[in-house]
């Protein structure tokens, strides 16, 4: 497809259960990024893949969220014993050159909720 | 600390008059500007952005206003049309450093008919 591709695009899950959020980039991007957000905030960095370099993880709340990226295209973002302040939308955005001023391009996003 | 802010939750504007959304940061190494509108259940949608060398960007009804010294910027929508009306996303990212987009808590425009 053209654009940016997330499923589910929504999931309803008991709290303690693990999920797994899908994200298929836009073609020939080389930068995948993860955000949320939580009902009436912004958005929230969780995690930054360029290209071969170690991913920028700084913005994952715990150890129970991890993400990774297979052959620099499709992404998972894992989120383990899920609690109920992990409700929200999860978007991924992908961008086709980051560090020449190439702007983020979003899915429509994974609602989730926690139950 | 939030180092990109939308000091306004909500604006409300007229069809057909100018719309002025404002966003302020606070890290001077921030040297690309970005702006996206949301509609609800979408995700955030691309509309204008502006580099640091430059202190306005145009396109169509939208001019970004970059003034670096203040560490502000602003979004302009001229005339405003009722399809406007979305959830507007200020972002900021340090290019040269490799750094992710960084994104205000958005302001909320209702273009009024």
């Known amino acids: 497809g053209a654009g940016v591709s997330q499923s589910p695009s929504n999931k309803v899950t008991e709290k303690g259960k693990d999920v797994e959020l899908r994200c298929d980039p836009i073609?020939?991007?080389?930068?995948l990024y993860w955000y949320r957000q939580s009902l009436g905030q912004g958005l929230e960095f969780l995690i930054y893949?360029?290209?071969?370099?170690?991913?920028?993880k700084s913005g994952l709340p715990s150890d129970r969220f991890s993400a990774e990226r297979t052959g620099g295209s499709v992404s998972t973002l894992t989120i383990q014993r899920t609690q109920q302040e992990d409700s929200a939308v999860y978007l991924c955005?992908?961008?086709?050159?980051?560090?020449?001023?190439?702007?983020?391009?979003f899915g429509n996003g994974t609602r989730l909720t926690v139950t | 600390d939030q180092q990109v802010k939308q000091n306004s939750p909500s604006l409300s504007v007229q069809e057909g008059r100018i719309s002025i959304l404002n966003c302020d940061y606070t890290?001077?190494?921030?040297?690309?500007f970005l702006w996206y509108k949301k509609y609800p259940a979408e995700g955030p949608t691309f509309l204008i952005s502006i580099s640091s060398i430059k202190d306005k960007n145009e396109d169509g009804r939208f001019t970004v206003f970059l003034n670096k010294s203040a560490k502000h910027l602003s979004l302009h929508i001229v005339p405003s049309q009722p399809g406007d009306s979305a959830v507007y996303f200020c972002?900021?990212?340090?290019?040269?450093?490799?750094?992710?987009?960084?994104f205000g808590p958005g302001t909320r425009l209702s273009v009024l008919p």
């Open positions: 972002a900021a990212s340090a290019q040269n450093y490799g750094q992710n987009f960084v």
């Open positions: 893949f360029q290209g071969n370099s170690a991913p920028d």
């Open positions: 890290n001077s190494m921030f040297d690309y």
């Open positions: 955005a992908s961008s086709l050159d980051p560090l020449n001023n190439s702007p983020l391009h």
């Open positions: 073609s020939g991007h080389t930068a």
